[in-house]
């Protein structure tokens, strides 16, 4: 088991930026999957952005293209998500997640809550307007 701890959100002005931070320990990420999920008030939790974290490839939702970043330091078991001109459709608690397989069935990095076992607590993100 993973433990994972978010840290980063806050309140912002639209346009703005932010970058949040997952510590993780409790064991070697290797052929880890790690993933950035968000689930806003009254909405379930989506997908943003999956980072693998022996290859360091990306898969980002289509609503994080072009202004997240997903990305890892292996050295301080810690992943990012940089996020530069947020809006307040950006508002929600930001998620990180862990998932044992880099990759699911179909190759891809996974991007479902189910495909990830662990979860940190959760940082509030909000974009005011």
């Known amino acids: 088991q993973v433990q994972l701890v978010e840290s980063g959100g806050g309140l912002v002005q639209a346009g703005e930026s932010l970058r949040l931070s997952c510590v993780a320990s409790?064991?070697?990420?290797?052929?880890?999957?790690m993933g950035w999920f968000r689930q806003a008030p009254g909405k379930e939790r989506d997908f943003v952005a999956a980072i693998s974290w022996s290859a360091a490839s990306t898969y980002y939702a289509d609503s994080a293209k072009g202004r997240f970043t997903i990305s890892r330091d292996t050295a301080k078991n810690t992943v990012y998500l940089q996020m530069n001109s947020l809006k307040p459709e950006d508002t929600a608690i930001y998620y990180c997640?862990?998932?044992?397989?880099?990759?699911?069935?179909?190759?891809?990095?996974?991007?479902?809550?189910?495909?990830?076992?662990?979860w940190g607590q959760g940082t509030q993100v909000t974009v005011s307007s």
């Open positions: 409790g064991r070697s990420l290797i052929s880890y999957a």
């Open positions: 997640a862990a998932d044992g397989y880099e990759y699911n069935t179909s190759g891809r990095l996974p991007s479902t809550e189910s495909e990830y076992a662990d």
